[in-house]
Each structure stands twice: as structure tokens, then as C-alpha cells.
């Protein structure tokens, strides 16, 4: 059975940091991109993040970028979002999602909010909460 479960998620004042962790199993995680997104209640989903093993790459939305880092941790089939410098617009629920990946695919090319609906498996979510 493929499982995701994320954690990390907390309450944190603006400008703070924090680290979010999407443990994976039942399946071959370096076949798989792993990305972040997230909701908030009444907006559409967007993409936050994604890594690719399988084609080594990795991927961060313009809201994102310089703050945020993505890394892979095989032995431990753990994708860490590490959140530094964050911003009350951060403010969402943030999910973890698997997609079998190519070997000659770029993550940027999965890692879209419209491309989100191919994502077979989702964790359940954890909410990150930046106050101002």
C-alpha cells in the first residue's frame, strides 16, 4: 500500500522557519517525483516544490524560491521541505504527493498545480500557520 505522510507543520511568527518531512512507502521511491503543495480553504491548490531521483532535479515556485529547500534522503524514503524566512502568505495546508517519474523528465515539468491531478498518491496534509 503507498503511503505519504507528512509532518512539521506548527505555528510559526513571520520570518521563522520550519522544517516539513513526507515519509513515503510501498513503493520504489527513486522511481517516484515527490512534490509539495498547498491549499488554502476557497483558493485553487499550487505547487510549492518538487524533486525528482529518478532524473535528478528539482523544481520551487517563484513564491518560494531562495526560501525554501527540497531534499531527498533515500535511505530513509523521506522528502524534507525545509521553510526559512516565512511569510503569513505561506499560511496553508501543505500535502506531499508521489508520481512515477521518466528518466529523461525534468521535475518541472510535473510540478504544476494543473499538473497535480496525475499525482497518484497524496499524504494527508499538515498545516502551516505564519503569523505576522
Known amino acids: 500500500e503507498v503511503q505519504l505522510v507528512e509532518s512539521g507543520g506548527g505555528l510559526v511568527q513571520a520570518g521563522g522557519s520550519l522544517r516539513l518531512s513526507c515519509a513515503a512507502s510501498g513503493f520504489t521511491f527513486d522511481d517516484y517525483a515527490i512534490g509539495w503543495f498547498r491549499q488554502v480553504p476557497g483558493k485553487e491548490r499550487e505547487e510549492v516544490s518538487c524533486i525528482s531521483n529518478r532524473h535528478p532535479s528539482t523544481y520551487y515556485a517563484d513564491s518560494v524560491k531562495g526560501r525554501f529547500t527540497i531534499s531527498s534522503e533515500n535511505a530513509k524514503n523521506t522528502v524534507y521541505l525545509q521553510m526559512n524566512n516565512l511569510k503569513p502568505d505561506d499560511t496553508a495546508v501543505y500535502y506531499c504527493?508521489?508520481?512515477?517519474?521518466?528518466?529523461?523528465?525534468?521535475?518541472?515539468?510535473?510540478?504544476?498545480?494543473?499538473?497535480?491531478?496525475?499525482?497518484?498518491?497524496w499524504g494527508q496534509g499538515t498545516q502551516v500557520t505564519v503569523s505576522s
Open positions: 504527493a508521489a508520481h512515477r517519474s521518466s528518466l529523461w523528465t525534468d521535475v518541472r515539468y510535473y510540478c504544476s498545480a494543473s499538473y497535480a491531478r496525475n499525482f497518484a498518491s
